[in-house]
């Protein structure tokens, strides 16, 4: 009797083990330096794609990374093309009456990358300049929101980086980390440009993976392996690699 329960258990917990033993497909525009981007094997790497794998490995289950354009990410996640978005998505509550959110797994500002030469003092020097961003980003939306000027889109920020070195236009709003990795890390533009502003948002801005609305299996499978990760010092270890200066 005492076999067969064993037997029972050992099943069980083979069953339940299986269960978790999955591939989830996330979803990355692979354009944003160091938060996400591809390497010169065209491997998708950075920041975000090295914290899914290693929640994963903490959660039981194998992530799986899809290049996915920007403009059309969202509508993927809601069509059931991948399973989840990794990728710089900030959490708003605009945002939430579409799809899931897990737990945060970064604070952002955005930063102002301006040409060495420009006169930058404050916000209002922007007044009739032209201020680029990625579209549908939170970059774009506060680019939207400084009075007197002229906000530009771009379907990847490498785009809009490269019109500002180019003396195109006049500014570009990222994310904080990205704006430090083109102003400050990539050789060629530091030369020429500079990070010279935060704009602190009104509340707290945070990254979060998104997941379809009402899926809350896989919501909680991320979770707990972020939980996870976070709680080893692993995620520390991460964040120390790649932003040891922010």
């Known amino acids: 009797m005492y076999k067969k329960l064993m037997l029972t258990v050992l099943a069980l917990c083979f069953l339940s083990s299986s269960a978790l033993a999955k591939d989830v497909v996330f979803a990355v525009d692979a354009t944003y330096p160091p938060m996400e981007m591809v390497d010169a094997n065209k491997n998708i790497v950075g920041f975000g794609p090295e914290v899914v794998m290693a929640i994963g490995k903490a959660a039981g289950f194998t992530p799986i990374l899809k290049n996915t354009a920007w403009d059309g990410i969202f509508a993927g996640l809601a069509a059931g093309k991948y399973d989840a978005i990794c990728s710089s998505v900030s959490i708003t509550e605009e945002r939430k009456n579409g799809m899931d959110f897990t737990e945060p797994y970064f604070d952002v500002k955005q930063g102002v990358v301006v040409s060495k030469e420009f006169a930058f003092t404050s916000l209002d020097d922007l007044t009739g300049k032209t201020v680029a961003s990625q579209l549908g980003t939170t970059g774009y939306f506060a680019a939207k929101k400084i009075k007197g000027v002229n906000a530009k889109s771009y379907d990847e920020i490498g785009l809009a980086f490269e019109d500002l070195y180019n003396g195109r236009v006049d ?76």
């Open 171 to 246: 500014a570009v709003i990222a994310d904080d980390a990205v704006a430090s990795d083109y102003a400050l890390q990539n050789e060629q533009y530091a030369q020429k440009l500079a990070l010279v502003h935060f704009i602190t948002p009104d509340s707290p801005e945070y990254l979060g993976i998104a997941v379809k609305k009402g899926n809350n299996e896989i919501r909680e499978l991320i979770n707990d392996g972020l939980r996870k990760i976070k709680a080893s010092g692993e995620y520390e270890a991460i964040y120390a690699k790649w932003f040891a200066t922010r």
